[in-house]
């Protein structure tokens, strides 16, 4: 610097905040795309879109080849929000009729034929995905390993979905809607640089609301009609060669995953164990501290949101 004139910024310096306004400017033009097209990250602008994010992304890291997001157990953290449409198979077709915009799925497509019962209508309101430290009693947890760190491929994470949904159930000529979540568990691990190892352990199917209210009483009441016995009553509705069918198929999967299929409880609620789970993958795209994009190992690319805490 010389007679008080202001140093000029070094060019390095000014490509790497051009770099970053890029950066910026494509995470908002992808994310003002996918809520245009209803979520939808399979439509030709959405991809645009997010191929040049990442692209710009990797533009601006120093060390392309030594992106290891898997790897940061504080990054991948949080309660993350599902801003894509929900991952499941068997999307009901809107009605003509219908005002409620949300996507709908049958119970049993949702939860692969695990809940019944299993032809019930669902509308779903959101879903979460939480990656947290393991519970100290959880099943699955394991003693760190000697010298782990916070940011290296030997931590591992308790990983869930909790879908907030309605069960709609046509009752007089109208439809009673019964809040529910339904949770998946399992843990996530870093396979490699980019990728993250998921193991799911179970599920279960909960009412989402205060059963001990007074006001809650219809919710209550309808609950308990829809899904008391509701297991065996599907069973027993089912021909010989749909009873035959899924004795073959928990039996399968009792021998190759170690499955506890639902039975009927007292509290009205549905649970299933899986004691050998197989592993899956999501491969990170892209991730900052609010944004996340993966594609799982059936080509299934998820976008979520950070949720502030």
Not at 110 to 123: D, L, Q
């Amino acid at each position: 610097m010389t007679n008080g004139a202001a140093e000029a910024p070094s060019p390095v310096a000014s490509d790497s905040f051009q770099t970053a306004d890029r950066v910026n400017a494509a995470k908002t033009r992808f994310k003002r795309l996918l809520l245009e097209h209803n979520g939808e990250a399979s439509h030709p602008d959405v991809q645009t879109a997010m191929e040049n994010l990442i692209n710009l992304a990797s533009q601006r890291r120093n060390h392309p080849d030594e992106w290891s997001p898997a790897q940061d157990k504080n990054l991948n953290s949080g309660r993350w929000k599902t801003v894509t449409t929900p991952p499941f198979p068997g999307k009901l077709p809107k009605q003509e009729d219908d005002d409620d915009e949300r996507t709908k799925f049958t119970l049993g497509r949702m939860s692969f034929g695990m809940f019944k019962p299993t032809n019930s209508i669902c509308a779903v309101n959101h879903i979460i995905n939480v990656v947290k430290q393991l519970e100290l009693n959880n099943d699955v947890n394991e003693e760190p390993k000697e010298g782990a760190d916070q940011i290296n491929s030997s931590w591992e994470q308790a990983y869930s979905f909790e879908v907030s949904m309605d069960i709609l159930v046509p009752k007089g000529g109208s439809t009673i809607k019964l809040p529910a979540k339904l949770v998946t568990n399992g843990v996530c691990e870093p396979k490699d640089a980019t990728k993250l190892g998921i193991k799911f352990t179970g599920g279960s199917l909960i009412p989402d609301f205060d059963l001990s209210k007074e006001e809650n009483s219809t919710l209550v009441a309808m609950w308990k009609e829809v899904f008391e016995n509701a297991i065996s009553k599907e069973d027993s509705q089912q021909s010989y060669f749909g009873m035959v069918k899924t004795y073959l198929v928990h039996t399968l999967m009792k021998w190759m995953m170690g499955l506890d299929p639902p039975v009927d409880r007292e509290d009205f609620t549905q649970t299933y164990v899986i004691t050998r789970p197989y592993v899956g993958f999501a491969d990170i795209m892209y991730i900052d501290d609010d944004l996340r994009i993966t594609k799982g190992n059936r080509g299934t690319i998820v976008v979520v949101e950070r949720l502030k805490e």
